[in-house]
């Protein structure tokens, strides 16, 4: 089927249409849903939307209302996705919060989300009952609630009006503490017409494998439009290599997504068994940029004669905005900075000036964003989401340059410039792609600004001080690296790595 014109994206609406269209069509997952243990390890969109329909009847005869936010703040797995969906059935809000952020940061969302409800698991119990600002009554435990009989309760489906804050996500937090991003109807509705136009071009529709954060705007965008068009569907919840040589091995995924850094991660199984990967046509790279030595460990293990590794640069404010498609013979050029182009009609950038004065192409600047998707505000920091907006252009936050052609190259965050560097993101994925005994390689300011570079070695593997010293010869001057565990450098919920952090340790 093919979808080309606009809808906005109610996530009840989009499931039960998708669930008429192809009930019987699978999703799989790699461990069972706390909250949803009686959809086992295999069940179907029909499964999958009548068991969505019975927690809402749960969450609304415990008191949820249309119009009320609803905090989800549990362990990352698919079921996250789907008790927002209920949620929506009910008209009520979304707010999508990640296990790993603290109680602290919680009450702070608390205080500005004006007494909402929060659903918690097992796995944010403890977190959830040391919160200051929000009484017990408004504390959901999803895994006893739901075992609770309905007695033939039920509730009908309501919507909220489609310019209305419907769902909520929050930035990586990876300079303090997070914001509220607001979505609508229709700011998501714009996005999915961009995803469904991608997925189109890919045939047959073939099971799709993600390990993607499933309170990043990125999932409830993705995992609408996989449904709508009709795709099989598997949801990784343990990103682990012995976990995903498992999976993979067992279901043979036609297409495979996730986060830049867990790719990374994963280069060397797929050196070391590159079987594991030989049924992925397409990979999918989520929203940063990525190396490309590392792009061509996996293109290099599919059957397929032209498997295409999509890599689609955007943020969670204006959702996916620069798309390229590479392949084993146009990697060979390729300056892995390029982020290729917009859409035409849906998505376009700018390069400007520190004043905001568009600037001549080859000169690098701040990224500007025209997003018809683009987020209502930061909830309850207005003022914080207009310091980015020039008229209907976004700041990104993001440093680079566009070229004659209109190619995006993406240089650095504004916030993470080093002085005598152009660009940090570069000489990290040169390293990335000469050392290939690395997992890991961030360059952060260090004392008096200097290039610090932090390095993870992987498990397997020894430092290489002389290939390394060689790798760097011919790059500007760095201090000597900080070598560190790979799950001892701080992260976002999406596996971005949190520099300023570092950073701060660095001058403790």
């Not at 936010?69 to 008790?83: H, M, P, T």
């Not at 690098?364 to 914080?384: C, F, P, V």
Request: some cysteine.
């Amino acid at each position: 089927m093919t979808i080309k014109k606009y809808e906005p994206l109610n996530l009840y609406t989009n499931f039960k249409k998708s669930a008429e269209r192809y009930p019987e069509m699978p999703i799989y997952f790699d461990e069972e849903l706390v909250t949803f243990p009686e959809l086992g390890l295999h069940t179907t969109y029909k499964k999958c939307e009548e068991a969505i329909i019975n927690k809402a009847a749960h969450l609304h005869k415990f008191g949820v209302r249309k119009e009320e936010k609803v905090i989800v703040y549990k362990s990352a797995k698919f079921d996250s996705y789907i008790l927002a969906v209920a949620i929506s059935y009910i008209g009520a809000v979304p707010i999508m919060v990640s296990p790993h952020l603290p109680a602290s940061t919680i009450d702070i969302f608390v205080n500005r989300l004006d007494q909402p409800w929060l659903l918690f698991d097992s796995e944010t119990y403890d977190k959830s009952h040391q919160l200051n600002n929000l009484p017990d009554d408004r504390l959901i435990n999803a895994e006893q609630l739901f075992k609770a009989p309905l007695s033939g309760y039920t509730c009908a489906q309501e919507e909220l009006p489609k310019d209305m804050i419907a769902y909520m996500t929050h930035t990586s937090g990876t300079t303090g503490v997070p914001k509220l991003i607001a979505h609508s109807a229709n700011s998501m509705g714009w996005r999915t017409k961009y995803q469904r136009r991608i997925l189109n071009f890919i045939k047959p529709r073939g099971l799709v494998a993600f390990h993607i954060s499933p309170v990043h705007s990125r999932f409830n965008i993705g995992v609408s439009s996989l449904m709508s068009l009709g795709f099989p569907l598997l949801p990784i919840a343990n990103p682990s290599k012995t976990n995903i040589e498992k999976v993979l091995r067992e279901y043979k995924p036609y297409v495979l997504e996730t986060h830049p850094n867990h790719f990374v991660q994963w280069a060397s199984l797929a050196r070391d068994k590159p079987e594991v990967f030989q049924s992925i046509r397409f990979y999918h790279s989520t929203f940063d940029a990525i190396n490309k030595e590392t792009m061509a460990v996996f293109l290099r293990t599919s059957e397929y004669k032209k498997p295409l590794f999509l890599q689609i640069y955007g943020q969670s404010e204006c959702g996916p905005m620069i798309l390229r498609g590479h392949t084993l013979q146009s990697i060979k050029t390729l300056n892995a900075r390029d982020m290729g182009i917009g859409v035409p009609g849906l998505t376009e950038v700018r390069i400007v000036d520190q004043e905001g004065n568009p600037v001549a192409p080859g000169v690098s600047g701040n990224i500007q964003m025209l997003s018809k998707g683009r987020a209502l505000t930061y909830y309850k920091e207005d003022a914080r989401f207009e310091e980015n907006v020039y008229g209907p252009w976004w700041d990104s936050g993001d440093y680079g340059m566009k070229d004659e052609q209109g190619r995006l190259f993406l240089q650095d965050r504004q916030v993470d410039l080093v002085a005598t560097i152009d660009s940090t993101l570069a000489i990290e994925d040169k390293l990335l792609d000469t050392l290939t005994f690395l997992d890991e390689v961030v360059i952060i300011r260090g004392k008096n600004g200097s290039p610090q570079p932090i390095i993870a070695v992987h498990n397997d593997e020894e430092m290489n001080w002389d290939a390394w010293w060689k790798a760097v010869s011919d790059l500007p001057h760095m201090n000597e690296p900080i070598v560190m565990k790979y799950d001892e450098i701080p992260r976002t919920a999406t596996m971005k790595v949190q520099r300023l952090q570092m950073e701060r340790e660095l001058k403790k």
